[in-house]
């Protein structure tokens, strides 16, 4: 039976991941936090542990806050492959960046893998870690080009890969390249375990601490949750994207990506990673859990708030059902993540923000790499350090030319998205034309309205003017919530911040 509609969602969407059964186990405790912290670290997710791991071990007094529960952003609804070739293509780096960038972070990726299985080794975790060659292939003959550069700039850059008589599928190919020593594991397992560590060392976790403020005076940051304040000399936003308005903010698209995890008819389930090449791309894999395995088919992503999930779904469940004798669906879910303008990630201190301000965003499909390389990088930077991916990776960076029209692009729509949105809702003259657990942007009495009703015919009634820029927000039918198309901010049937850039929620209003 596929599993949805979760009573205690511990992730942000109401649909169950594949891993979503293994964060319960996390029960971090509340800690007193009278006294001041070298680091402050906002954020519960797998760039967030990582990092207070990291600085814990290096000895510094760290805290970390969760609005929620660890893993309750992107790293529960990962697909969690390893990866060293990355979203950005080498050839893309290459031609936007320079080889030297392409070999220093496809070294860079190789030893987050190792990274990660020496944590797991070391730490004794049972996260499911696996070896597994990657494939990436082309099915006409424009990929077969595009495979080709990306065959030569990643052997450029050091990467081990070479052309494959197989892409590890059932799926017709033309070419297929494969990369060696790729890897997969349990994401929330594994954060689990680096929370274990990270407490026995003394790190201090805090869980259902949404950070709403942050001030800086006299070399010290105070952050401020319900009924919490906590003091630090250094503050990092591990939040995927930092909260607020500014640079990174027009600096990242958010998007959302949608995973079905299946059991197959004959059992024949694929021994490696595998990508082909559409836009957006389909990825997969296979991971066994209790003795059961499943393939995870990934794809069908759009830009947050501006198509229809409901339909994202579908369209995956077709193409998956075309191409694999399916027994049963047994998870589907979607998830978000950032595309940044320029193709890397923004890794370092906060542009504009106070001193020993510290973000890691844009991490675009690879975020189980980057997060880890975030870890060192800002790690490096707090500890004074010299890191020179750091300086690849700045957050202050200069645009390249091609990262300057994708800059343009994205916030020309936002601009679209904040004028457009604002007429043509549906008018309504009463709650009884919404269907029971449906969403709707609705012109009621002269107003514009985000109307919920739920199951028992309970209408939520809310104002749908996104807190963070001002943008309307669209219904998702899939993950039941109200998202945001201009900076990702989502919001749940009752208006709470769920995720993205906004920290205060939508405003309630009272239709009796
Ligand atoms: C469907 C999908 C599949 C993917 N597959 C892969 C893959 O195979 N390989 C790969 O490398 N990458 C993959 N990625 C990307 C990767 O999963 C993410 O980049 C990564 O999980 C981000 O981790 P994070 O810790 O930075 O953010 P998150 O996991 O989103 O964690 C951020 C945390 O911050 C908390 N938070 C937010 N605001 C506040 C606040 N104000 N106060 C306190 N806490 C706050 C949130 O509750 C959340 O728990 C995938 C992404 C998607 C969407």
Known sequence: ????????????????????????????????????????????????????????????????????????????????????FLDSTYPEIDSDFSKEASKMLAEATRSVIEDIKSNIDGLNIDADFEYKDGFLFSQNDKEDEELQQILESSQEAGIAVSESAT?????????????????????????????????????????????????????????????????????????????????????????????????????????????????????????EIDGKHYLLIGGADHKTGHEDPVAAFNELESYARANFKIATIDYKWSSQYYVPVDGLPYIGQLPGGDEHTYVATGFNGNGMIFSNLSARIISDLILGKENELGKLLSPSRLKPVSGFTEFIKENADVAYRFVADRFGAKLIESTSEIELEEGKIVDFEGEKLAIYKDADGVVTALRPVCTHAGCIVNWNNAEKSWDCPCHGGRFSVSGEVITGPPRKELEKVDLS
Not at 240 to 247: A, M, R, S, T, Y
């Open 1 to 84: 039976m596929e599993k949805d509609q979760l009573e205690n969602n511990n992730r942000d969407g109401i649909r169950e991941s594949l891993w979503q059964p293994a964060s319960l186990s996390q029960t971090p405790q509340n800690h007193s936090t009278e006294k001041g912290y070298d680091v402050l670290i906002i954020g519960g997710g797998i760039t967030g542990i990582t990092t207070a791991l990291m600085l814990q071990r290096a000895g510094k007094q760290c805290i970390l806050a969760e609005a929620k529960n660890l893993g309750y952003g992107t790293t529960g609804g990962t697909s969690a492959h390893l990866n060293t």
């Open 167 to 287: 892409n590890g599928l059932p799926i017709p190919f033309k070419r297929a390249l494969k990369f060696d020593q790729q890897a997969q594991f349990h994401p929330i397992k594994y954060i689990n375990g680096l929370a274990t560590e990270f407490e026995r060392l003394g790190g201090k976790i805090i869980s259902g601490a949404m950070v709403e403020n942050t001030t800086f005076k006299d070399g010290l940051h105070q952050a401020t949750a319900k009924d919490l304040i906590i003091n630090a000399k250094s503050l990092v936003w591990a939040t995927h994207i930092p909260p607020g308005i500014n640079l990174l903010s027009l600096r990242n698209a958010p998007y959302r990506s949608y995973v079905l995890a299946l059991t197959l008819q004959d059992g024949n389930y694929p021994d490696c990673l595998s990508y082909d090449m559409k836009e957006p791309y389909h990825y997969f894999r296979s991971h």
